[in-house]
Each structure stands twice: as C-alpha cells, then as structure tokens.
C-alpha cells in the first residue's frame, strides 16, 4: 500500500515557540490531506483539510491562525503549531489520498507534541 | 450531522471466542462505512470497507441500513487480533473520516 511518512515522530518544545510538522507521501502523489489530533484515549478529531495549491480547509472550532497549514506540493503538507502553550500537546496525525473518488485515506505514524 | 457511535471502549474476549464490535453511525445520506484498525505502536490502517465485502484477517462487517450498524464480526478470535478498532463513515467522494471513539479489543490466551 502508500506510504505516509511524518516528521519529526516526537517533539518537545517550550511555550511560546513555534512548531512544524511534515507529512509526505512517499511514493504517490496526494491532492488532498487531513490533520487530525488525537488526545489520549480518545478518536481523531478532524481538524482541517487540505488541498495542493489551495487554502485548507478548518474545522469549526480549530484556529487557522494558531495551527497554520501548507500543501504546495504533491506530496507535502505542513502544519505548523503557532506560539504553542500546553494545552497543544497532543498526538497529530495526517492522512494522505488521491483525487479519484472514492480512494482510501492513507495515514502517518503520527507526531507526539509535548508543549512545556 | 454525522455521528459515529462505538458503544463499548473495551472488548475482552477469550481466545478462540467470537467477537462482535458495534458500531452504529448517523448520516442523513448514503455513506461509505469503514472500519480501520491501530495495533500497538503502529499507525492507524484501514481493515474493511462496506463496498468492498470483503473478508480481512477472518473479520467480515455487514452494512444495515435499517438499524444504521456495520459491526464488526469475526468468529474466532486470535491473540494477533487485539487493537485498538475504529469506525469511521464518510459522504461519497473524497470527504474527511468522521471517525467513532474506538473500541480496544483484547484477546485473552
């Protein structure tokens, strides 16, 4: 099957600093991604879609500007944690498909965010 | 609004024992049913799909549009089964996964 890498798998960082993580899928090329976060214990909350070379798409709820997402390319998206505090750590995953209708949603191994 | 619901966070069962993993959802449409799995330290994979149906792994789920479920069955339970099982539906195309809150299946030996 695809493959979706994230980058990096862990990251601890202070308040107040920024944050990126990567998604890449490696070995085709994915028109449209999703983040989701996941707290421990719980379900994947959706919380934005992303197309290549559009602006993505929130969830009600999730700050645009405070999680910043990319998708120039075929095969990258960013989501970028914007001056984090605590209550942003959590488990980030995405996922990566293809533009024909109805094709699977292929995930990443996630990124554990510990804000101190 | 779409709604998954996984009644039971926590499944044990015997090895060997049938297991049965309820999953019903709320959709005004006609939504695509899936049923993705989360083994210990792995990432999140898809196991089934209502429009394939297919058998993975042993485990079959059938779509009831009467009682609005897809659950989850398999009728002898491994020890290799035991994760963590999501149901997730989605409109038709290529919309976001609404996911459910999962249900940890364990197997006892």
């Known amino acids: 099957g695809a493959v979706v890498s994230q980058h990096p798998s862990w990251v601890i960082c202070k308040s107040g600093t920024s944050v990126k993580i990567e998604c890449r899928s490696l070995d085709f090329q994915a028109t449209t991604m999703f983040w989701y976060r996941q707290f421990p214990k719980q379900s994947l909350m959706l919380m934005a879609t992303?197309?290549?070379?559009?602006?993505?798409?929130?969830e009600q709820g999730v700050e645009k500007d405070k999680f910043l997402i990319n998708h120039a390319s075929l095969t990258l998206s960013t989501l970028t944690v914007t001056s984090a505090h605590p209550e942003d750590s959590s488990f980030y995953i995405c996922s990566a498909q293809v533009a024909l209708a109805g094709s699977e949603q292929f995930f990443g191994p996630g990124t554990r965010l510990t804000v101190l | 609004a779409q709604r998954v619901t996984q009644p039971e966070k926590l499944l044990s069962v015997f090895k060997g024992a049938p297991v049965e993993l309820k999953c019903n959802y709320s959709y005004s449409g006609s939504p695509e049913l899936f049923w993705y799995v989360q083994y210990s330290r792995q990432r999140l994979q898809l196991l089934l799909r209502?429009?394939s149906r297919e058998s993975i792994k042993g485990f079959t789920a059938d779509l009831n549009k009467g009682e609005t479920s897809f659950h989850l069955k398999k009728p002898f339970a491994q020890e290799e089964d035991s994760a963590m099982y999501y149901c997730?539906?989605?409109?038709?195309?290529?919309?976001?996964?609404?996911f459910g809150k999962g249900t940890r299946l364990s197997v006892i030996a």
């Open positions: 997730a539906l989605r409109d038709r195309g290529n919309t976001p996964l609404v």
């Open positions: 992303s197309n290549e070379g559009s602006k993505a798409t929130y």
């Open positions: 209502h429009i």
